[in-house]
């Protein structure tokens, strides 16, 4: 088994991302990690807007700063896919599903 | 944050932490129900924190994040109560407390299934606006912290959290169905821990990057893989190798194990020597905190155990006698931290919890 912690602290974040992926969609599980425009409306709707915009204050700019410089960029990016779009988009397809299924 | 971190070292600091695990009661001290702490605003949340800390006095030497909130529309790792896998029920009462409505969702035929598609393949309908919203959220939590750890100096009790794969199954399985499949099927169990344990393990070391807490408390959920729950041949091959490389993940990222062990852990107490080198703090709720003394006290930092019935049906001066107890034998040349056992009960009243403080406050001074 890869470690994805190595003895010196040293972490292997691909690893750790396959984990992720591997654990919530399977081996064989596809996940659409795309950024629909319907999610990019619901944050663009005032009230969407509003809430995301006061819950970003400046005591936590240095934070968010902080994360990007531990994680950058490209694993930052590749997490919020696998943990927050391809969630929404998974509990979608789910939904759709269970509608046609309804249907039936 | 020091005196927390001086009695974790395992020495005395200039008094005994007083750190009563709170989150429900959080709501109840402010007078708001259990619906409008989890499901509102976050910031009546955060506001119901900041009240119940100044009504004990400012004197609490640690604070919990909201986590109701947290388990019910964030949470797609199946860690503890998840809404994404089970239903919770949330009561519009001041004294209430989320409910986890447990259904099994998964059956031993369907593990194939799951390392085919993932535990995806498990969640349930939400509200879609919610979840966005909650994963918005994370956002207020990190303010949240913030204000805690940087402005106030006092330490969150957790920002991340995991559990072993085993326990995680009780909940996904049910646990009749749990029980029967680990004693007929261990191997069947086992192949799936060893799947699951990769992405717990993941999932957590991104909690902790994102979270970038100051505090370095991993949390590590340890209820019904307890001594209630499972015999040790059990505890020896289905949980402790799997403790063994979540604590091996936290020693070498600088974390302390923060071991969150409700119900009895007293049979199992030798288990606990096997463990690396590193820093811990065993919080207990029934086990013999008294007997952790004498066995662990040298390795392992103690936090607990005023229980959850003496919380809410005790008297204020019951429970000072109990915590002045606590304070002089588990106190003793430091490691210690006066606390709960499991969380403040969400309808315990406000004076006897302040007796807990006070009894603190009384009995705690370590004379230099």
Redesign the interface.
């Known amino acids: 088994?890869t470690e994805?912690?190595?003895?010196t602290?040293q972490?292997n974040y691909e690893?750790?991302?396959e984990?992720?992926?591997?654990?919530?969609?399977?081996?064989?599980?596809k996940i659409d990690i795309k950024l629909h425009l319907n999610?990019i409306l619901?944050?663009l709707e005032p009230q969407?807007l509003l809430?995301?915009l006061r819950?970003?204050?400046l005591?936590?700019l240095p934070?968010?700063i902080?994360?990007w410089s531990?994680?950058g960029f490209k694993r930052l990016h590749r997490?919020f896919q696998l943990?927050?779009i391809a969630?929404?988009n998974?509990?979608?397809e789910?939904?759709k599903q269970?509608r046609g299924k309804h249907a039936e | 944050m020091e005196r927390f971190h001086t009695a974790v070292m395992l020495k005395e600091p200039d008094r005994v932490p007083i750190a009563p695990l709170m989150d429900y009661y959080y709501a109840n001290c402010a007078g708001i129900t259990a619906k409008e702490y989890v499901l509102g605003d976050?910031k009546t949340a955060m506001n119901a924190v900041k009240k119940t800390y100044w009504r004990h006095g400012g004197d609490l030497d640690m604070v919990h994040i909201p986590i109701g909130r947290v388990y019910a529309f964030f949470e797609?790792?199946p860690a503890a109560h998840s809404g994404f896998y089970s239903p919770l029920q949330v009561p519009d009462t001041i004294g209430g407390s989320l409910q986890f409505i447990e259904k099994p969702v998964l059956d031993i035929s369907e593990f194939d299934l799951?390392?085919?598609?993932?535990?995806?393949?498990l969640?349930r309908?939400?509200p879609?606006?919610q979840?966005?919203?909650t994963?918005?959220?994370f956002?207020?939590i990190?303010?949240f912290?913030?204000?805690w750890e940087?402005q106030m100096e006092v330490p969150l009790y957790t920002m991340t959290a995991t559990i072993t794969p085993l326990e995680t199954l009780s909940y996904l399985c049910g646990i009749t169905k749990w029980s029967r499949y680990i004693h007929k099927y261990p191997e069947k169990m086992q192949e799936m821990c060893d799947?699951?344990i990769?992405?717990?393990?993941?999932?957590d070391?991104?909690l902790k990057?994102?979270a970038?807490s100051r505090s370095k408390h991993s949390y590590v959920c340890l209820e019904r893989v307890s001594a209630s729950f499972i015999s040790p041949k059990i505890f020896e091959t289905l949980v402790l190798p799997y403790l063994k490389q979540i604590v091996?993940?936290n020693n070498?990222?600088?974390y302390i194990n923060l071991f969150h062990m409700d119900t009895d852990w007293t049979p199992f107490f030798e288990y606990f020597r096997e463990l690396p080198k590193g820093h811990y703090i065993l919080h207990l709720e029934n086990s013999d905190i008294f007997k952790a003394k004498e066995l662990l006290g040298d390795r392992f930092c103690l936090m607990g155990n005023l229980n959850s019935t003496l919380q809410k049906l005790g008297t204020p001066q019951q429970i000072e006698d109990y915590c002045k107890k606590l304070i002089e034998v588990c106190g003793d040349g430091g490691g210690f931290i006066l606390g709960s056992g499991c969380e403040i009960a969400s309808d315990a009243p406000f004076e006897n919890i302040q007796a807990l403080v006070n009894a603190g406050k009384k009995y705690g001074p370590y004379r230099k």
């Open positions: 088994m994805i912690v190595t003895e602290g972490i690893q750790a991302l984990d992720l992926k591997v654990f919530l969609y399977g081996h064989k599980g999610d619901f944050y969407n809430f995301a819950s970003f204050s005591p936590i934070q968010i902080r994360i531990a994680l997490y943990n927050i969630v929404v998974k509990l979608k789910r939904a269970r | 976050f797609p790792f799951i390392y085919e598609e993932g535990f995806s393949r969640w309908p939400l879609i606006r979840v966005r919203r994963q918005i959220d956002l207020q990190l303010k912290a913030d204000y940087n799947f699951m990769k992405g717990l393990i993941a999932n070391l991104f990057k994102i970038q091996k993940m070498r990222m600088g």
